[in-house]
């Protein structure tokens, strides 16, 4: 891999130093554009973002030259893998992946397992355009004429639901947080505004006022699992101002956002502190995170693509999620290695310290 394109990889994939040996070294100059495009994407929603991750998949299964299946099985991880590592707060890039390698398991040949990958990410996005449809479906009984519901960001699922109610007749408007620091609630606020769905875009601070005088909060998903849901940040603040003024929260949810059990909760990846100051003063420490978590009894109810559910069904359907062992492996040696470094840092900084202290 040309040096450039690597450097791209490793600086948008927030993976460990043995990983990116292990694992991004053995992705393609051809898909490392594609992957490291994913990885700067700080725009799109998780939706989006899984499609294109889908037709990376079956571009690199075309081209797989592996002498053995498990060869191919392991090319075809490896760049899933690097898929996973550039938004690792998207749940659908790890059903997706894990789809795949369950398929790949069918097979033993390489025109079988192309096959079995072809069909793999063809269900898997016929799946997505589904099951968004079933929940804009399923929302349409949270909007009424006159309501009025805050949103965030830039999901599709929202945006496909609230289109869907338009459709349906529902006469509402729609409060848009602008979702700092990339702003992409403007995407959202032009859509609706384009298609005649009266929409005021609010900078992100008075989005938590605007709470107390809305019907409803309704927000997408990029990740659900028992612990909460993960979306963008601001989404957990939304939360406690819906329960604070008794308005219902609900999140436009569907499976392919449900985290698998005993795959652990991806880490915060830190964005670039340029994004939120250009010129940071010295002694200024400024932290971006493009996502929170929102515990799950802060949710009204899920709307996924079997109906509004209570947090309470989802736990049997998260259990019925069979996690790939290969997915699984790697995902303990994440968690393993990042528990070392983590270790490893607070033990030099201990060591500098006594130093200074001797000294």
């Given at each position: 891999m040309p040096p450039m394109v690597r450097s791209v990889l490793l600086a948008c994939c927030p993976v460990t130093a043995r990983e990116r040996q292990e694992e991004i070294i053995f992705v393609e100059v051809t898909f490392a554009h594609a992957i490291a495009g994913i990885a700067t994407d700080n725009?799109?929603?998780?939706?989006?973002?899984?499609?294109?991750a889908a037709d990376i998949l079956m571009r690199r299964a075309s081209m797989g030259e592996a002498a053995s299946p498990d060869g191919f099985r392991q090319e075809v991880f490896a760049t899933g893998w690097a898929l996973i590592q550039t938004q690792p707060a998207m749940a659908p890039l790890v059903n997706l992946v894990?789809?795949?390698?369950?398929?790949?398991?069918?097979?033993?040949?390489?025109?079988?397992?192309?096959?079995?990958?072809?069909?793999?990410?063809?269900q898997f996005?016929?799946?997505l355009r589904h099951h968004a449809l079933r929940v804009a479906e399923g929302s349409l009984a949270l909007i009424s004429d006159g309501t009025t519901l805050v949103t965030l960001s830039n999901s599709t699922t929202v945006q496909h639901a609230l289109l869907?109610?338009?459709?349906?007749?529902?006469?509402?408007?729609?409060?848009?947080?602008?979702?700092?620091?990339?702003?992409?609630?403007?995407?959202?606020a032009s859509i609706l505004a384009?298609?005649?769905?009266?929409?005021k875009l609010v900078v992100d601070a008075a989005a938590i006022e605007a709470v107390s005088r809305a019907d409803l909060v309704m927000v997408g998903a990029d990740l659900l699992n028992g612990a909460g849901l993960v979306n963008k940040v601001g989404t957990y603040a939304l939360s406690l101002a819906a329960k604070a003024a008794s308005v219902p929260l609900y999140t436009l949810c569907s499976s392919e956002k449900f985290l698998p059990p005993g795959y652990p909760m991806p880490d915060q990846r830190e964005w670039s502190a340029s994004e939120i100051w250009d010129d940071?003063?010295?002694g200024v420490v400024v932290h971006n995170h493009y996502f929170d978590l929102t515990p799950l009894q802060r949710i009204e109810g899920i709307v996924t693509e079997q109906g509004v559910l209570p947090?309470?069904?989802?736990?049997?359907?998260?259990?019925?999620?069979?996690?790939?062992?290969?997915?699984?492996?790697h995902a303990l040696m994440r968690v393993e290695n990042h528990e070392h470094d983590e270790t490893h840092a607070q033990h030099s900084v201990i060591s500098v310290s006594k130093s200074k202290t001797n000294n």
């Open positions: 725009r799109s929603g998780a939706a989006q973002i899984a499609v294109r894990n789809t795949v390698m369950w398929k790949m398991e069918q097979r033993e040949t390489p025109q079988g397992l192309r096959q079995a990958i072809t069909e793999a990410v063809e996005k016929r799946q869907h109610a338009q459709r349906a007749g529902r006469r509402f408007s729609v409060i848009c947080a602008e979702s700092r620091p990339a702003c992409e609630g403007r995407e959202t384009a298609h005649g769905i009266p929409v940071i003063p010295a947090t309470a069904a989802i736990e049997a359907w998260l259990a019925a999620t069979k996690l790939h062992p290969t997915l699984a492996a």
